[in-house]
């Protein structure tokens, strides 16, 4: 059961237009949001973050917006670069109690491919 | 600051054969975590190491896999006997505990791409 869901395997974009990625979560244990964005052969690399006390977070071109009663995120890139042409992961983290104690894992969405066209 | 390595890039090995896969977090970093990707499906959880201990372990698939951290510094995943569906790329993030709750960023290794056949 996927907790973490990205539908979106694809999108493409126009260079200097917005990119609007989406995700959408099930554990309602969830606090912590991440994007990471990866390019091939390399390994995830951190984008942005929002705690679930806010509703926006801003760095630069990139903003992620929470809503946690729809229990949905999204990562809004403006304007849309073609180095921003990458898979985009989507991950959650919780104060998750198991037998060993508390874990702060990530669980991922599947990833987004975003293709930013010259 | 170095970021966190892992070594090697790629493996290729045969159905059977042992392959041990190691992991150096950024330095200072007391959290240290295995994931997995499969070929087009998401990054799975695999294991978490506090200093040299086993926080968490429930991500990984079966006793074949043994994950070490000797001293708490770099870590070492051993997959014995290897199958063919152990194929994927393995990563290994780092995080501090020194950051307060709410940030909880892992940094990520460029990950090991093992083929079993």
């Known amino acids: 059961d996927q907790q973490v869901k990205q539908n979106s395997p694809s999108l493409s974009v126009q260079e200097g237009r917005i990119s609007i990625l989406n995700c959408d979560y099930t554990n309602s244990m969830f606090d912590y949001f991440l994007w990471y964005k990866k390019y091939p052969a390399e390994g995830p690399t951190f984008l942005i973050s929002i705690s679930s006390i806010k509703d926006k977070n801003e760095d630069g071109r990139f903003t992620v917006f929470l809503n946690k009663s729809a229990k949905h995120l999204s990562l809004h890139i403006v304007p849309s670069q073609p180095g921003d042409s990458a898979v985009y992961f989507c991950?959650?983290?919780?104060?998750?109690?198991?037998?060993?104690?508390?874990?702060?894992?990530?669980?991922f969405g599947k990833g987004t491919l975003l293709t930013v066209n010259p | 600051e170095a970021g966190v390595t892992q070594f090697p890039s790629h493996s290729v090995i045969e159905k059977g054969q042992t392959v041990t896969l190691r992991c150096d977090p950024i330095?200072?970093?007391?959290?240290l975590y295995w994931y997995r990707r499969v070929m087009g499906k998401e990054i799975k959880f695999l294991l978490h190491f506090v200093k040299e201990s086993k926080q968490d372990e429930s991500g990984m698939p079966n006793n074949r896999f043994l994950a070490e951290r000797t001293g708490g510094t770099y870590s070492t995943l051993k997959v014995q006997p290897a199958e063919l569906e152990d194929s994927g790329v393995y990563f290994c993030?780092?995080?501090?505990?020194?950051?307060?709750?709410?940030?909880?960023?892992?940094?990520f290794g460029p990950g090991t791409r093992l083929t079993v056949l």
């Open positions: 991950a959650a983290s919780g104060y998750l109690y198991n037998s060993g104690g508390s874990n702060y894992k990530l669980t």
């Open positions: 993030a780092s995080r501090p505990t020194r950051e307060p709750r709410g940030t909880d960023t892992q940094y």
């Open positions: 330095s200072g970093h007391d959290n």
